[in-house]
T-cell receptor, first 114, second 116 residues
Framework: AQSVAQPEDQVNVAEGNPLTVKCTYSVSGNPYLFWYVQYPNRGLQFLLKYITGDNLVKGSYGFEAEFNKSQTSFHLKKPSALVSDSALYFCAVRDGTGRRALTFGSGTRLQVQP | DTEVTQTPKHLVMGMTNKKSLKCEQHMGHRAMYWYKQKAKKPPELMFVYSYEKLSINESVPSRFSPECPNSSLLNLHLHALQPEDSALYLC???????????????FGEGSRLTVL
């Protein structure tokens, strides 16, 4: 069965500094990987995805993610954090059994300090 | 802005009440989902409808009853719920158009349910 792990419950970073939110995955077959962001009392917003192709994927709001097959990782990155980036971030993997659903990691709370 | 609309945004109900959550999308997507999210936890899959037919039921208790009247609408009927069912209920949709299937879901803002 597929799974995704986010090892950090919270990441703290100062505004203007680069940020990284970590994600590792376990799937059989080719991974389809996603990042979502959730602001308080809101739904999930799609940020970016990796399906195939370049290992560096660019997404919304200046976020990007680096796919590393050998390390089975898909870390979310941003060169310069904003206070408004403070939110809950979820990594997700597409179900590889054909069920066409997403399995989410436990989430990482990003806190950007001014 | 989201193209998946959920109503109501907030719902408080007693354990003997019957209520419904509604979800609507006009993106032409043919797969729709219900997820349940407890505070500070990831969303958990409940149901999936594909082409208006129930394709996945994640062993959800029968007090939750999904319905897909047409390709744009998804309902979740609630009856005899328990306080532990209090959560944010998220609806999502996925496109099934020609081309490679990539799998991202588009979520609504959710319905926050409180069971007293």
């Amino acid at each position: 069965a597929q799974s995704v792990a986010q090892p950090e419950d919270q990441v703290n970073v100062a505004e203007g500094n680069p940020l990284t939110v970590k994600c590792t995955y376990s799937v059989s077959g080719n991974p389809y990987l996603f990042w979502y962001v959730q602001y308080p009392n809101r739904g999930l917003q799609f940020l970016l995805k990796y399906i195939t192709g370049d290992n560096l994927v660019k997404g919304s709001y200046g976020f990007e993610a680096e796919f590393n097959k050998s390390q089975t990782s898909f870390h979310l990155k941003k060169p310069s954090a904003l206070v408004s980036d403070s939110a809950l971030y979820f990594c997700a993997v597409r179900d590889g059994t054909g069920r066409r659903a997403l399995t989410f990691g436990s989430g990482t709370r990003l806190q950007v300090q001014p | 802005d989201t193209e998946v609309t959920q109503t109501p945004k907030h719902l408080v109900m007693g354990m003997t009440n019957k209520k419904s959550l509604k979800c609507e999308q006009h993106m032409g997507h043919r797969a729709m989902y219900w997820y349940k999210q407890k505070a500070k936890k990831p969303p958990e899959l409940m149901f999936v409808y594909s082409y208006e037919k129930l394709s996945i039921n994640e062993s959800v208790p029968s007090r939750f009853s999904p319905e897909c009247p047409n390709s744009s609408l998804l309902n979740l009927h609630l009856h005899a719920l328990q306080p532990e069912d209090s959560a944010l209920y998220l609806c999502a949709s996925r496109g099934s158009k020609a081309g490679p299937y990539t799998g991202e879901l588009f979520f609504g803002e959710g319905s926050r349910l409180t069971v007293l």
